[in-house]
């Protein structure tokens, strides 16, 4: 099974990693980060969704995110 971290602290919210989830698992958290704004997460639930493409770590221009399969 894939599993999709995100720093979450250094997520600016741009929306990116979103447009491009084939499975659309990845969801604008409601609470803020350090930097203010609403970072992108994988909720618990839907982890076991990912089927581990990597389309969001690649598209993230920060950085943010890992994939592990």
């Known amino acids: 099974m894939a599993r999709v971290f995100f720093r ?3 997520c600016k ?3 990116h990693c979103l447009s ?9 958290d409601e609470k803020l ?3 203010g704004y ?6 618990e639930e839907k982890m ?5 493409c990597a389309s969001c770590a690649r598209i993230c221009p920060d950085l943010v995110i890992r994939v592990e399969k």
């Open 8 to 10: 979450e602290d250094r």
């Open 13 to 15: 919210g741009c929306g």
């Open 20 to 28: 491009v989830c084939p499975v659309k698992i990845i969801q604008f």
């Open 33 to 35: 980060n350090v930097k």
């Open 38 to 43: 609403h970072p992108a997460i994988v909720t």
């Open 48 to 52: 076991s969704k990912c089927i581990g």
